[in-house]
């Protein structure tokens, strides 16, 4: 069956004033900016003039002399926040402070301008399009009250093609959201991955009447979204962004192979996180971007640390725009235990949230070959059954990987009231008792 082409290409190539809508064209325009926001960033914030006192603007003559730039991190931005600025604090709209485990006090902030803020809306409107339109009716479960938050940037957007939205937050009350489905009769829900299932699996009736998910903020595991697709017959979307790109950075289209991005707004590279090198189509490696039009707040080279990689086909929908293949996890997530032997989290979410009896997990590494699981089940029935299900899921999947010396401990998580589950947009991870002890 022929899919509809990306809304996304359209938007790009009219917000850009592209006189060809092909690749190359939009490389040119890329390149136009990024220089631009080279020469931006250096006269107006106090890191990147120190970040580039090197590095002068006539000899960014190429692709290659770009890559050449030193990268800015997660670290840099904690250091300092204020140090990137390049307006004056008065003339900053929103503030948003993220949460973090680190221990230091040091916060991550991003700052927007209303103009910033209105370019996320600009590509909520189009991204949105690619699964909705004015007959929908669509939930958020994600924080929206306040100016500038997601919720609140995505109601505007489908304002636009007159799309009923109602933003609920986060899910805290299953009972409250399940009457707003019945209620409002919602066919679309866009929120977190772990609360949409959690949702589906203890409101399976009304949630029968989804047609359409969008999950945002996390990774999303392939064994979620078959479950929601098989058990519901609802189409599953992805949707790949995090603040410091200004929210959104790419959504799948109808075709539902990755995420086209918005790539009048940011551009994207993948690189070796060891070396730095830019790593071919295809491959896997760090999601690294720059921002093109960022007022208040321009980052150029930052690392996400996300994995993830370019697809090497054209998408079905028959759009020119490149396709990033759905994010594979966080290197952060990628604990080693010896040598060349590692735990991603990714594995985790993949084997046991694939079980219908589990509602949440967290893994805790206590040493070099133990790994404790302690997992929360929707209830209590058959504990040591389900306790030992889980136990044999991962000892299996483990051998196959050729991690036999790791010894699984799985045990009983103290997650008491279901309903109070993940009111968090901090991402899941997995807990390194490791390095607390050598802090300690």
Sequence with gaps: MK????PMEDWIVKRTGLTSANQRSLSTYQFKKLVEVFEYAKANGAFYQKQFVDQDLREIKSWD???LLPFTTGADIKKNPFSFLCIPQ???DRIVTLNTSGTSGKKKRLFFTEEDLLKTVDFFDYGMRSLTDSSDRVLVLLPGQAYGTIGDLLKKALARSNTTCIVFGLLTDLDAVAQVILRNQ?????????QVLYLSRSKAECFKQIEKVLLSTDYVPKSMVAELSHKFR???FNHYGMTEMGYGGGVECEALNGYHLREGDLYFEIIDPDSGSPIEDGKYGEIVFTSLNRIAMPLIRYRTGDIGAFSTDLCPCG???????KVAGRYANRIHLDHDNYIDLSTFEESLLGDENILDYQVLIKNNSVLSIMVNFYNQNRLDQKISRVKEILVAHLSVNKKDNVRIEVEQGNLCKPDQMVNSMVKRKILDLRKEECNG
Excluded: W, Y
């Excluded at 899919?3 to 990306?6: A, L, V």
């Excluded at 759009?319 to 293949?325: E, S, V």
């Design 3 to 6: 899919k509809n082409k990306t």
């Design 65 to 67: 002399d770009f890559k």
């Design 90 to 92: 008065q003339q900053v």
């Design 186 to 194: 919602i066919n679309c829900i866009v929120g977190i991955p772990i």
């Design 234 to 236: 609802c189409r599953v």
């Design 319 to 325: 759009t020119f725009l490149r396709t990033l293949k």
